[in-house]
Each structure stands twice: as structure tokens, then as C-alpha cells.
């Protein structure tokens, strides 16, 4: 077990949290710095406090109450951070819903949170129109962008809206917000976060581990839907009056490389997978990106030394891969700036406590392989309507997190893989994930998702799908190659015996490999 659980802030028991991520700035005199620059020009944190300000008072005359939710479907634009905090800023309750599923699951989500408000931009109208009528919760459709189905506009809302709101006297332990856990199988899951769980996000990872200050201004590939993106978007610069910048379209490498040459931003917060796509292209580095980069961030699933390296290299700055996740908000394990080793996920997070465990819940012996279980103030109150799924993960303070971790001699944990996806070939543990790094280190290849296999006397061997680099041809003496690469860089029973090229990998909306559809895949 790591104990590192020394905290040098603590929520005050009266607590909301936009009176620290918001309020706080106008009064140390920063109303006209920048807080978002967005498709619609730059917005400061005065013009971000009255927005919010217009419309809590905007959700009060809809009879919004405290702690009731209203359900949210939101680009990245000036109006989610208006949302979100004007929400909680009266007490109610926010859902922060992904923009990127599909109307079967929007309606089970809207009717699981019984919202009788439903925020959304008019880009996803839509996808909306044809469910919301068989939704009875809800009573008010609030339009942000363009007039949709004669729905109210969120800015005709707020026109006229008084300047003053004061905050809802909440306690640092009322649910704050909601998002749902997309998980790789079944419906989502209502995660509920505290009023204080954004500033401890802030105060334990942001402001000492990844070093962002006033002066920074972010660019996060990650939406703020997403538990990452919101700390990395919102809360984390919020939390020193920093800027960020918001791009609603979808985060490719062109579409990133223009942001970051335009902008400059100071911090990049990326994933293994745009990592990847990103260094695929030879024409893409420092001087094509900004000058300014002085780190990134990666998370959603572990970032390959191959990667991280290469990156360092051709962008000068170190990418620090830490591993966190919606029911802890943010990132609890991490790499820092003089505590990096590529390969791994780094170290506890200050403010967090980690064990790793056997099937039995007993603390396994030094570098064996663990479950990882995570402590700290961030873990969210549990899940709403799945007590079962609650009693599971979130035992006594300690979150279950279904990650195989072990911890190395110098104290960094690496990865070993899902619970779930770890199988055993010959009566050795394999994890997809050491055998998906090694043929990501082979020049040709962009991308790898490996699952079991059973051979024809029934035995578990390794099989992967594999993605090209542009310009590779696929052949038999590639899948040749690439096994004795696999054999070269880890141990001998983990290579790949079955090699399958595939034009792309399934992954959910965070970027990670979905190895069950490819299980799927495998044996259709």
C-alpha cells in the first residue's frame, strides 16, 4: 500500500464550488483576463461571472431548485462552463451528458436522471427531436446555438437576467454534478460528484503535479464531458484564473496541430490514441506545432514509452501519462516533471492512497500483479440506481477501479491490464497491453488491440488486430516481421500468433479499445 495522503488544502464544510472556481477571480482583481477563448471570440471572467449569474437566475424562474437536476448536452463552447456552474451555483444539480452517443441512449439517460430541464446545443438537437416526447420528465428544452424546433434559446433566457446571483448555501459534500460512466459494456451510469471534489482535483493534481498557473493557457483534445476533459478545460485553469481554449469539432490531428499553431497554447492534454496519430505524420513537430508547449498530458488508457518518447523528442516537452478515472474525477496516479518514467503510469498523486490487491482483497506481495484500489477525497458518492455496482466499487473509502497494476522497484505502478482482458496463455498471465506496446514500436504500425485466442487443442494464445502506419502494405511476411518483433521486445509467450489488419479499432468516445467488440469480431 502507498500512503501519501498528505493534503495542504481542505474544503471548508460551507462550501460552493463556483464561489472558488469563479467569484474568487473578480475579487483578486482578474474580471478582465481571459477564462475561454471559443468559436465565438474570448470571454473573460467577469463576462463568464455575469453569463453564469444570468442564468441561475434564468433556472430560478423555470423553478429550478436545489438539488434537483438539469440535464446537459453541450459542445465545447462558452456556454457549458455557463451551464455547469450557473446550475451549481443555485444548488442544482447539473448532468453533464457526452454529445456523442446515440438516441436510444440518450433517452435512457434523460429518463434515469429525471430531469425536468434539458440543456443542449443545436447542433444535437437532431439527434434529440425524436425522443424527447417520449421522455415525461422533461417539461423545458433549452436550445444553445440556433433556433431548434421552437425550442426557448438559452441566450434569450439570460437577456435581461439581473447581474447579481448570490450562491446556494451548499455544503462541501452536496452532490455537485453529475456525469455518466460510459464503461465498455451496458448502459451508463449516473456518476454523482461532490461541490468539492473540482477544487480537490485542482489542488491535488492540477496545481502541484502538472504545475498550471495563471499564466498558462490549455488546450484539452479531451471534450468537457468527459471527467478528464472537464479537469483539464475547466477546473484546473479556473482554479488559477488561467485560459483555455475550446474547439467544438472533432479532435483529429490536423484539426489539433491548427489549434495549437494558432493559439500557442502552454499545455496540451491528449490521448494514446491521438498521441499516436499525431507522431504517424513526419510533418508534424515542434515548429508546426507551438513554441510555447512546455508539457502535455495523456490518460483514458496507458501511453506506450515508444510514444512518449517520440514525443519528447520531436516536441520538446515531456508528456506526463497518469491514470484516473469518472468515479475519481481526475487523474490519482501520475508521472511529474522530475519523477518520469515512460512506459508507466508514475506515482500516487499527493492527496491519494493506492493498494493493489488479489481476488481476495488481500494486499499482493511487491511486484506481483494487483487489482488497484485508490483513496481519496475525489471518489464520488456511488452510483445512482445501481446499488449493486455501488456495493462493488465502492467499498468503505476504497474505489475498486478493475485496472492490473503492479508496482516496480523505484515505486512507479505499470499497467497490466483490465480485469476483464487479462487471460492466461500456457499458465502465464498475458496482458493485451504489453503486447499491444510492442507492436506499437514497430515502425509500420499505428495502432494494435490483442485479445485471446483459443488455438485448436483449446489453449489461450495472444491474437491482434492491427492498424497500418499510412504508406504500409499489408502482407503475410509483415505479420511475419511483426511477431518477431513482439518476440524480441517482450517475453516469448505473449507474441502474437494470429495477426489481422484491420482499417480501424472500436473504442469508445474516450479513445479506449473496445477488445470485446473485437472479441465479438473474432468469433463472427
Same mark, same amino acid.
Given at each position: 500500500m502507498t500512503d501519501n495522503a498528505g493534503m495542504a488544502w481542505a474544503a471548508p464544510s460551507d462550501y460552493n464550488a463556483v464561489s472558488d472556481l469563479l467569484d474568487s477571480h473578480l475579487e483578486a482583481g482578474r474580471a478582465e483576463k481571459t477564462a475561454f477563448i471559443d468559436r465565438s471570440g474570448e470571454h473573460s471572467y467577469g463576462d463568464l461571472a455575469k453569463r453564469v449569474n444570468h442564468f441561475g437566475n434564468a433556472l430560478r424562474k423555470l423553478k429550478v431548485r436545489r438539488e434537483e437536476r438539469v440535464a446537459c448536452c453541450l459542445i465545447d463552447s462558452i456556454d457549458f462552463p455557463t451551464a455547469m456552474l450557473g446550475g451549481m451555483k443555485i444548488g442544482a444539480v447539473p448532468v453533464m451528458i457526452n454529445t456523442l452517443l446515440t438516441p436510444e441512449t440518450y433517452q435512457f439517460v434523460l429518463s434515469d436522471c429525471r430531469a425536468r430541464v434539458l440543456i443542449l446545443s443545436s447542433e444535437l438537437y437532431p439527434v434529440f427531436k425524436d425522443i424527447l416526447s417520449q421522455v415525461?420528465?422533461?417539461?423545458?428544452?433549452?436550445?444553445?446555438?440556433?433556433?431548434?424546433?421552437?425550442?426557448?434559446? /438559452?441566450?434569450?433566457?439570460?437577456?435581461?437576467?439581473?447581474?447579481?446571483?448570490?450562491?446556494?448555501?451548499?455544503?462541501?459534500?452536496?452532490?455537485?454534478?453529475?456525469?455518466?460512466?460510459?464503461?465498455?459494456?451496458?448502459?451508463?451510469?449516473?456518476?454523482?460528484?461532490?461541490?468539492?471534489?473540482? /477544487?480537490?482535483?485542482?489542488?491535488?493534481?492540477?496545481q502541484p503535479v502538472l504545475g498550471i498557473r495563471e499564466n498558462d493557457v #490549455?488546450?484539452? =483534445?479531451?471534450?468537457?464531458?468527459?471527467?478528464?476533459?472537464?479537469?483539464?478545460?475547466?477546473?484546473?485553469? /479556473?482554479?488559477?484564473?488561467?485560459?483555455?481554449?475550446?474547439?467544438?469539432?472533432?479532435?483529429?490531428?490536423?484539426?489539433?496541430?491548427?489549434?495549437?499553431? +494558432?493559439?500557442?497554447?502552454?499545455?496540451?492534454?491528449? #490521448?494514446?490514441?491521438?498521441?499516436?496519430?499525431?507522431?504517424?505524420?513526419?510533418?508534424?513537430?515542434?515548429?508546426?506545432?507551438?513554441?510555447?508547449?512546455?508539457?502535455?498530458?495523456?490518460?483514458?488508457?496507458?501511453?506506450?514509452?515508444?510514444?512518449?518518447?517520440?514525443?519528447?523528442?520531436?516536441?520538446?516537452?515531456?508528456?506526463? %501519462?497518469?491514470?484516473?478515472?469518472?468515479?475519481?474525477?481526475?487523474?490519482?496516479?501520475?508521472? =511529474?516533471?522530475?519523477?518520469?518514467?515512460?512506459?508507466?503510469?508514475?506515482?500516487?498523486?499527493?492527496?491519494?492512497?493506492?493498494?493493489?490487491?488479489? +481476488?481476495?482483497?488481500?494486499?499482493?506481495? %511487491?511486484?506481483? #500483479?494487483? +487489482? /488497484?484500489?485508490?483513496?481519496?477525497?475525489?471518489?464520488?458518492?456511488?452510483?445512482?440506481?445501481?446499488?449493486?455496482?455501488?456495493?462493488?466499487?465502492?467499498?468503505?473509502?476504497?474505489?475498486?477501479?478493475?485496472?492490473?497494476?503492479?508496482?516496480?522497484?523505484?515505486?512507479?505502478?505499470?499497467?497490466?491490464?483490465?480485469?476483464?482482458?487479462?487471460?492466461?496463455s500456457g499458465g502465464n498471465w498475458v496482458s493485451p497491453f504489453d503486447v499491444e506496446s510492442a507492436l506499437i514500436g514497430h515502425e509500420k504500425v499505428l495502432e494494435a488491440g490483442v485479445i485471446p485466442h483459443a488455438d485448436k487443442t483449446d489453449n489461450l494464445k495472444p491474437k491482434a488486430f492491427v492498424v497500418l502506419n499510412e504508406g504500409a502494405e499489408a502482407s503475410d511476411e509483415l505479420k511475419d516481421?511483426?511477431?518477431?518483433?513482439?518476440?524480441?521486445?517482450?517475453?516469448?509467450?505473449?507474441?502474437?500468433?494470429?495477426?489481422?489488419?484491420?482499417?480501424?479499432?472500436?473504442?469508445?468516445?474516450?479513445?479506449?479499445v473496445q477488445r470485446f467488440k473485437l472479441r465479438e469480431m473474432d468469433q463472427g
Open positions: 415525461n420528465t422533461i417539461e423545458h428544452v433549452i436550445v444553445s446555438g440556433e433556433t431548434q424546433g421552437g425550442c426557448a434559446l /438559452m441566450g434569450d433566457l439570460m437577456d435581461g437576467e439581473p447581474d447579481y446571483l448570490e450562491a446556494a448555501p451548499t455544503h462541501a459534500d452536496d452532490i455537485g454534478f453529475w456525469l455518466y460512466s460510459s464503461g465498455s459494456t451496458g448502459q451508463p451510469k449516473g456518476v454523482k460528484h461532490l461541490h468539492s471534489s473540482l /477544487m480537490y482535483t485542482s489542488k491535488l493534481y492540477g #490549455v488546450y484539452s =483534445a479531451a471534450k468537457l464531458f468527459f471527467a478528464y476533459g472537464l479537469g483539464n478545460g475547466m477546473s484546473f485553469p /479556473m482554479s488559477v484564473g488561467a485560459t483555455t481554449i475550446l474547439f467544438d469539432g472533432r479532435p483529429t490531428p490536423n484539426s489539433v496541430m491548427d489549434i495549437l499553431a +494558432e493559439h500557442k497554447p502552454t499545455i496540451y492534454y491528449g #490521448v494514446p490514441t491521438l498521441y499516436a496519430a499525431i507522431l504517424a505524420n513526419p510533418d508534424y513537430n515542434r515548429d508546426s506545432a507551438s513554441p510555447n508547449l512546455r508539457i502535455a498530458a495523456s490518460a483514458g488508457e496507458p501511453l506506450p514509452a515508444d510514444l512518449g518518447e517520440k514525443w519528447q523528442e520531436r516536441f520538446g516537452c515531456p508528456v506526463l %501519462d497518469g491514470v484516473g478515472s469518472t468515479e475519481m474525477l481526475h487523474i490519482y496516479v501520475s508521472n =511529474a516533471e522530475g519523477a518520469m518514467q515512460y512506459g508507466t503510469s508514475g506515482k500516487p498523486v499527493p492527496g491519494y492512497e493506492i493498494r493493489l490487491v488479489d +481476488e481476495n482483497g488481500d494486499d499482493v506481495l %511487491d511486484g506481483e #500483479v494487483g +487489482e /488497484m484500489l485508490v483513496k481519496g477525497p475525489t471518489m464520488a458518492e456511488g452510483y445512482w440506481n445501481r446499488r449493486e455496482k455501488s456495493l462493488a466499487t465502492f467499498v468503505g473509502p476504497w474505489m475498486w477501479t478493475g485496472d492490473k497494476y503492479f508496482q516496480i522497484d523505484n515505486g512507479f505502478y505499470q499497467y497490466a491490464g483490465r480485469t476483464d482482458d487479462m487471460f492466461k516481421e511483426l511477431k518477431a518483433h513482439v518476440r524480441d521486445k517482450i517475453e516469448v509467450w505473449k507474441y502474437p500468433r494470429w495477426i489481422e489488419f484491420v482499417d480501424d479499432l472500436p473504442k469508445t468516445a474516450t479513445g479506449k
